[in-house]
């Protein structure tokens, strides 16, 4: 595939974690890639590993503000006169707190990212992605079919992403839109989980993953970044307005 030719993805959370190895998975493939992320920092750790022939294009900003979407989109355009790809994968699980001990603020703090960031980086790139019949793919969780004590936000939000998935299916018969959970992976929310969980959640669920977490048994970035980036070139239509986990038998040639 020529460079001229090869496709443009937009990833958000690109700085670390799951999204900058769905960044480096989507390089490794020849796609050119333009990274979001407010630490420019971390940008540029991700655009140095990729290494010189890898085509990453750092965009500095927090996605909550309405004009960044418009400039990032903008960017690809710009620097690549074409679109093919988005990937919503910045997101954070606070606050940690059952219903009861939380305000209207936090749940629209929370909301400004992990959904209404999505919606308006989503509507800036559609009428670009029709144009090349490209893929919308939205990090979701199976927090957004089961509740969780002191998830309240980040369940509501998943839910609510899912759907927002389904709909963008139904309107735009041109453009893939698929929801993954990408299974219990080894990043900062994790993190957040074992530092903050014991406090909020119920004992059970967290003793589940601070268990996962002690036994090194959390899954690396790697493996699900692989097949969301896989799905960001390839995802089929039959798999438009689903929400699938990343090792769900529909994506084994994913893989």
């Given at each position: 595939?020529?460079?001229a030719n090869?496709?443009?993805?937009i990833v ?26 407010r630490s420019k ?8 590993e ?14 909550t503000?309405a004009?960044v979407?418009k400039?990032?989109?903008?960017l ?19 606050p ?29 790139a559609l ?5 090349t019949?490209g893929?919308?793919i ?8 089961r509740?969780y ?8 939000s ?12 139904s ?29 909020h ?6 003793k ?14 790697e ?14 239509k ?18």
């Amino acid at each position: 595939m020529s460079s001229a030719n090869a496709p443009v993805v937009i990833v958000t959370g690109a700085s670390k974690g799951l999204g900058k190895a769905v960044a480096l998975k989507l390089l490794a493939r020849g796609a050119r890639v333009i990274g979001v992320a407010r630490s420019k920092e971390s940008l540029e750790q991700v655009k140095e590993e990729a290494g010189p022939q890898g085509e990453f294009t750092c965009y500095v900003g927090n996605l909550t503000e309405a004009k960044v979407a418009k400039q990032v989109v903008s960017l690809a355009l710009t620097k690549y006169q074409r679109l093919d790809g988005l990937v919503n994968n910045a997101g954070l699980l606070e606050p940690i707190r059952k219903v009861a001990d939380t305000s209207v603020d936090d749940w629209k703090r929370h909301f400004d990212v992990n959904l209404f960031a999505v919606l308006e980086l989503t509507r800036e790139a559609l009428p670009h992605l029709r144009e090349t019949k490209g893929r919308i793919i939205n990090l979701s969780s199976g927090a957004a079919t089961r509740a969780y004590q002191a998830w309240g936000a980040y369940c509501a939000s998943k839910a609510a992403l899912n759907m927002f998935t389904q709909v963008v299916s139904s309107e735009e018969p041109d453009v893939v839109s698929v929801a993954i959970r990408p299974g219990v992976v080894k990043t900062e929310m994790q993190a957040s989980i074992y530092e903050e969980g014991a406090k909020h959640m119920d004992p059970e669920e967290y003793k589940k993953f601070k268990d996962l977490r002690q036994n090194n048994a959390l899954l690396p970035p790697e493996v699900p970044g692989a097949v969301i980036a896989n799905l960001a070139l390839d995802a089929k239509k039959e798999l438009s307005g689903k929400f699938l986990s990343f090792d769900d038998e529909m994506l084994s040639s994913y893989h």
